[in-house]
């Protein structure tokens, strides 16, 4: 083995990644402190290795590597997740959607979020749209509150609303994009913030709202074609009568009011909390959201197609 210079450049790999590392190089670290090569570019460690440790129990890749690292196991995840989906089975799309929307929220920066893209392009195709698999998703919800889930399930219910609204591939894709990474402020929230459970002071309410400011910072350094994405992230909880934050803004794109309208929904229907109970969908629809569109927070239009996307 090659012995490497010790440098404060050597981060430690991510478990659930090692699978995918063919071009990344990692290294173990020997008793000298010295961080040696373990395996180089262009091979893999292979499954039943990683599966029964046969391998260092701590292992390293360059700093320099951790975006490129990302985006091969974005690969690896996305290959797993369109064979889940040809396969049919909801628990199991799950799972990978979770592991490579977790992964790529570890790094969330340009060169790791604009991979998401091909993640929610698997979905827009017409097996997707045909096969109840969007649908099976969205039934398929969890009362373990997290921001991952929370966006994966906005997600779902984005794009079979686009599916519902009969719209081209490419709208399917962008306002699937938008659910998914419509909350990506949050990972610059503290943990104690984000999984308290009890009612936020002010203080912590004021800093849960700049997520919608730093998910914007976030998602305009990003390479994105659409600059749509960005911008649902700053608005999405905007209202039309300039009653949301942050900007309190009138005029919101349809997009970000669809993924607003559709926030609103999954949190109150799938977030359980210690002080208080998800609520059941015909009474989130009903009476809260339906309030909103009364007082002219929602579009009413835009409020009547959501409920038959979610009927159908």
Do not use: W
């Not at 450049?9 to 090569?37: C, G, H, W």
């Not at 962008?174 to 104690?192: E, F, P, S």
């Not at 969908?281 to 979610?310: H, N, P």
Request: hydrophobic residues 35%; charged residues 25%.
């Amino acid at each position: 083995m090659k012995v490497m210079d010790t440098v404060s450049e050597y981060v430690s790999a991510r478990i659930s990644q090692l699978n995918f590392y063919s071009d990344i190089p990692l290294y173990t670290k020997a008793q000298n402190e010295m961080y040696v090569l373990y395996k180089p570019r262009g091979i893999t460690l292979g499954e039943m290795r990683i599966s029964e440790g046969m391998h260092p129990k701590e292992l390293y890749i360059k700093q320099s590597d951790k975006i490129a690292g990302l985006q091969e196991a974005q690969k690896g995840f996305n290959k797993q997740l369109e064979q889940d989906v040809i396969s049919g089975n909801p628990v199991k799309i799950k799972e990978t959607l979770v592991a490579v929307v977790q992964e790529t929220l570890a790094e969330p920066r340009s060169g790791s979020l604009e991979g998401i893209s091909d993640t929610v392009g698997i979905f827009v195709g017409g097996y997707s749209r045909e096969s109840g698999v969007i649908r099976n998703l969205i039934d398929l919800s969890s009362k373990d509150y997290s921001s991952t889930l929370h966006s994966i399930n906005v997600m779902a219910m984005a794009l079979n609303f686009a599916f519902h609204m009969q719209s081209p591939p490419e709208e399917v894709k962008l306002l699937g994009l938008c659910g998914l990474l419509h909350d990506v402020g949050k990972t610059k929230i503290k943990g104690d913030i984000l999984t308290a459970p009890r009612k936020l002071t002010d203080d912590e309410f004021e800093e849960m709202r700049r997520h919608t400011i730093y998910g914007y910072n976030i998602l305009n350094d990003c390479k994105f074609d659409k600059k749509e994405i960005a911008g649902c992230a700053l608005d999405h909880h905007e209202k039309i009568d300039g009653s949301g934050y942050p900007n309190r803004k009138t005029r919101i794109s349809r997009i970000s009011q669809v993924i607003g309208m559709i926030d609103c929904y999954e949190a109150l229907t799938n977030d359980d909390r210690p002080y208080r109970s998800a609520m059941e969908a015909y009474k989130a629809l009903s009476t809260i959201i339906r309030e909103d569109v009364k007082s002219g927070k929602f579009d009413e239009k835009l409020y009547t197609q959501l409920i038959k996307s979610l009927g159908n």
